[in-house]
Nanobody, 115 residues
Framework: QVQLVESGGGLVQPGGSLRLSCVLS????????MGWYRQAPGKQREVVAT???????EYPDSAKGRFTISKDNGKNTVYLQMANLKPEDTAVYYC?????????WGQGTQVTVSL
């Protein structure tokens, strides 16, 4: 059974940075496409960044230039480096891996951007 565990969230001031981590266990990390998503109160969950098994990355416009997704196959870990954070980035951030017949989510980590 694949499990995903996120860490690294917290309270940060506007303009600050955070790095989120997500460790995958119970599967072969190197073959999975991975993604970071977020959900703010009262809003739908939205994609923040994705990285394919081959390392190709994609970002929505809201994250381009500020967020960077990366992974370390040796550590079974995917990262989300966030810079120039804004109050509207406040949300619970989730790690995901999915494909035909499977879809796994972590428990989420809270990111709060506030003075």
């Amino acid at each position: 059974q694949v499990q995903l565990v996120e860490s690294g969230g917290g309270l940060v001031q506007p303009g600050g940075s955070l790095r989120l981590s997500c460790v995958l266990s119970g599967g072969i990390f190197s073959i999975y496409d991975m993604g970071w998503y977020r959900q703010a109160p009262g809003k739908q969950r939205e994609v923040v960044a994705t990285i394919r098994a081959d390392g190709h990355t994609e970002y929505p416009d809201s994250a381009k230039g500020r967020f960077t997704i990366s992974k370390d196959n040796g550590k079974n870990t995917v990262y989300l480096q966030m810079a120039n954070l804004k109050p509207e980035d406040t949300a619970v951030y989730y790690c995901n891996t999915g494909g035909p017949g499977f879809d796994y989510w972590g428990q989420g980590t809270q990111v709060t951007v506030s003075l």
